[in-house]
């Protein structure tokens, strides 16, 4: 089986572009692939906790855990862009872990497919 | 020991999001990629900009004055500083009226050594057929 | 541990307010000017780098270093071989 590596620069609940990308990783999780998220500018803040669920609005966080259950999905939050919007290790969701930008770029290093998916 | 190979491929505009920045931003760090792979194994980044993306290019640039945050310049500086492959189309150029004049070509003043190259989207496409990795920003 | 902060460093790098990958990319290239033995005192605030990146790199390339945490940042000694 192989490995995905996503890198997503898209925001939270604005951006469905994030959603997109975690589907993505999904499928390929359950077609019994590896995934690494790489979570940068906008997208940090998907590593927050205390995301609240609501019909109207794409939730994530729960999907997040779900994937980290399977124990093929690993997600990473750049520490610069979410220290920049206010987001400290003690705001992160549990699971998640907090790199410097070089963390993606090993990780592409292995991967069968980069997907980068930037901006807003 | 293995080289992994990586394009940027840059279409956003400056400081419209923060997707240019953070373009130039990874693909440096591919120059301290090392603390996390194995002993001589590398990762290789270049960045081409393209359509709207080659005025990410432009000297002179007002970050600093106009939102308080560095511009573009900079990052865009010290990937060349880094010896970072750079390559800017010029029918992209052409179409929005631009020249090598308007543009920022190399970063001497900091000590760099590589320059800039301006290529038709030809070269771009080349490059990008011979990475193993395509980003588009 | 070698005592590294109590000696001068041969210089001084001031991050301070970089973020990755500044700190790690021009530790490297400080270094790579540095004299074998010289001292790089790197101030750094940004806690991935001060506290992961340098410190790994400078493992990995079998360097000895030392950190010193501060209020709100780091210094960071790297002593060249």
Not at chain 1, 86 to 112: I, N, R
Not at chain 2, 81 to 86: G, H, N, P, R
Request: aromatic share 8%; net charge negative; with cysteine.
């Amino acid at each position: 089986m192989g490995k995905l590596t996503i890198g997503c620069f898209s925001s939270l609940v604005g951006s469905l572009s994030l959603d997109f990308s975690i589907k993505l990783a999904q499928a390929a999780i359950k077609k019994g692939h590896k995934v690494d998220y790489w979570m940068s500018g906008n997208a940090t803040m998907l590593s927050k906790k205390g995301q609240k669920a609501f019909k109207d609005y794409s939730h994530l966080a729960k999907t997040v855990q779900e994937l980290l259950a399977t124990g093929n999905f690993q997600i990473t939050a750049c520490e610069a862009c979410a220290a920049a919007r206010g987001y400290h290790k003690e705001d992160t969701m549990e699971g998640v872990k907090s790199h410097s930008m070089d963390w993606y770029l090993a990780s592409s290093f292995d991967a069968d497919r980069v997907l980068h998916i930037g901006g807003d | 020991m293995a080289t992994k190979r990586l394009a940027f491929i840059v279409r956003a505009l400056p400081y419209k999001t923060e997707a240019s920045r953070l373009a130039l931003t990874h693909a440096i760090a591919s120059q301290s990629v090392e603390i996390y792979l194995k002993d001589g194994d590398l990762v290789e980044a270049s960045v081409s900009f393209i359509g709207d993306g080659v005025l990410n290019c432009h000297k002179n640039q007002q970050g600093m004055k106009h939102y308080g945050l560095t511009t573009i310049e900079g990052h865009y500086k010290n990937s060349l500083l880094l010896d970072l492959k750079v390559l800017i189309c010029k029918e992209d150029l052409d179409r929005l009226g631009l020249t090598e004049n308007d543009l920022l070509m190399n970063a001497e003043d900091i000590g760099g050594e590589t320059n800039a190259q301006i290529v038709p989207y030809s070269e771009i496409y080349k490059e990008m057929e011979s990475v193993d990795h395509l980003l588009f920003c | 541990m070698a005592d590294l902060k109590s000696q001068t460093p041969t210089q001084v790098l001031d991050v301070l307010g970089r973020v990755c990958p500044y700190p790690l990319v021009l530790t490297k290239k400080a270094l790579e000017k540095l004299p074998s033995g010289g001292i790089l005192k790197i101030l750094c605030d940004a806690p991935a780098s001060a506290e992961d990146s340098l410190p790994r790199f400078a493992q990995d390339k079998g360097m000895t270093f030392e950190v010193v945490k501060l209020d709100q940042s780091w210094e960071i000694y790297i002593q060249k071989g």
